[in-house]
């Protein structure tokens, strides 16, 4: 690969998954590229830099040296053989008239055959260009081979990888994750507590290329990948795309907090049908979901502070499959809060949304950020990056929920990046 700070040539942006948000993603990004559509959604293309006192610095576009969107090429894996443009009609996200006009782009997008294991993702089925090798290291190289060919055919001169694979089974980090040496030698006896987007994290820290996770799966956030990360200069980011229903969720409890209202308990419940509610449908795989879920209220609301407000909330979420809706979510929030003398109130939020059509620009988004990381020297967790995840990682100490407060964050690197 060529010099990583170089804007020169093209970012090669790789995505295990070729679903519902990665298709949309890419179709999104021909059609800005060829002005059919603004990229609604984008901070890095839409949005303005503001100081720490509010000012406005401009476009980040304008201040920032991102990659152009007509230099990005794409890359991906999948256990289904199916091109750009079949995923995209099976995913049933975008309308004929996007469809068609994307149409080359997608058909061009040949899937690579992915790491699979049905222990990690078991409603998917009939699965047809899965890696085959001696152990899960050989398919950790197999991966690597991939880069290295795919960045030499597209003469990329950077390269970004960002899950958008399915969620996995549920899984807690054990000895095997705890040191390099003990991840690889893992990797070499094949190791059942290795899922494959850590396989995948691990190829990609191997090569150099940054890696952010947008599942809530346990990937780079276990110490032997931090540490890969930080040995090769790599920043990595993570973890579960912060879309819809949580995109509220962390808006709306600062609002609470900041008013010292108290909490009772708050029910979430989804319904969707793509492939990613029906991941879901198994109890294993939301377990993880779940997790990722739960954890943003007390981060948000500190209830060892409050303990009279937030100290007994019941935190509800479920996640229905319900194939005629497709990948448009219904979310569904009721809300039960106190006042003034303890008199009860309630919220009632009834959110229905596309679930790709919000994810796919937090793919462009933080594909072009942790390219400019990359070139700027940034190493291990970005956490600056957290506004754009449910469950954020941090580089040390407690992650922040809060979206105001990711969002100041945010500004705040950006602004140092401008300046720098």
């Not at 492939?275 to 990722?292: Q, Y």
């Not at 009860?344 to 990381?373: E, G, H, N, R, T």
């Amino acid at each position: 690969m060529t010099d990583s700070t170089s804007l020169r040539g093209p970012l090669g942006v790789l995505t295990p998954g070729l679903g519902a948000v990665t298709t949309t993603f890419i179709a999104g990004v021909d059609a800005v590229s060829r002005r059919r559509r603004v990229p609604v959604g984008s901070l890095t293309q839409l949005g303005h830099l503001q100081s720490e006192n509010g000012e406005d610095l401009g476009r980040i576009a304008d201040a920032l040296d991102l990659a152009s969107l007509p230099d990005l090429v794409f890359g991906v894996w999948d256990p289904y053989s199916d091109n750009g443009y079949q995923a995209a009609r099976r995913a049933g996200v975008l309308g004929s008239e996007d469809l068609d006009a994307a149409r080359p782009t997608l058909e061009a997008i040949e899937p690579m055959p992915a790491v699979f294991d049905p222990a990690w993702v078991s409603r998917l089925e009939r699965t047809d260009n899965v890696k085959t090798g001696a152990n899960l290291m050989d398919l950790a190289e197999q991966v690597m081979e991939d880069i290295e060919r795919f960045s030499a055919i597209n003469s990329c001169s950077r390269l970004v990888m960002v899950w958008c694979a399915s969620t996995e089974a549920f899984s807690e980090p054990g000895p095997v994750h705890q040191s390099l040496d003990a991840f690889e030698r893992g990797l070499k006896e094949s190791d059942p507590s290795i899922a494959p987007s850590q396989i995948y994290a691990y190829a990609a820290l191997r090569t150099g290329v940054p890696f952010a996770n947008g599942a809530p799966n346990l990937t780079a956030e276990i110490p032997a990948l931090r540490r890969l990360a930080e040995r090769n200069g790599v920043p990595i980011a993570g973890k579960d795309f912060k879309t819809g229903q949580t995109m509220i969720k962390t808006a709306i409890a600062p609002a609470l907090r900041a008013r010292v209202l108290g909490l009772s308990g708050w029910y979430s419940t989804n319904i969707l049908g793509n492939r990613d509610g029906e991941v879901l449908d198994d109890p294993a795989n939301f377990r993880t979901k779940e997790v990722s879920k739960l954890g943003v209220l007390e981060d948000i609301l500190l209830p060892e502070r409050h303990p009279e407000l937030y100290g007994d909330i019941h935190h509800q979420v479920r996640i229905n499959y319900y194939p005629p809706r497709g990948d448009d979510k219904e979310g569904w929030d009721s809300i039960d809060l106190f006042g003034w003398m303890g008199y009860p109130m309630q919220i009632k939020i009834d959110f229905l949304c596309k679930d790709s059509i919000l994810a796919a620009p937090i793919v462009l988004d933080l594909a072009l950020l942790l390219d400019l990381a990359a070139r700027r020297g940034g190493t291990g967790v970005q956490d600056w990056l957290g506004f754009f995840f449910k469950s954020p990682h941090a580089a040390r100490g407690r992650s922040v929920s809060d979206l105001f407060a990711q969002e100041r964050q945010l500004h705040r690197q950006l602004a140092s990046l401008a300046t720098g």
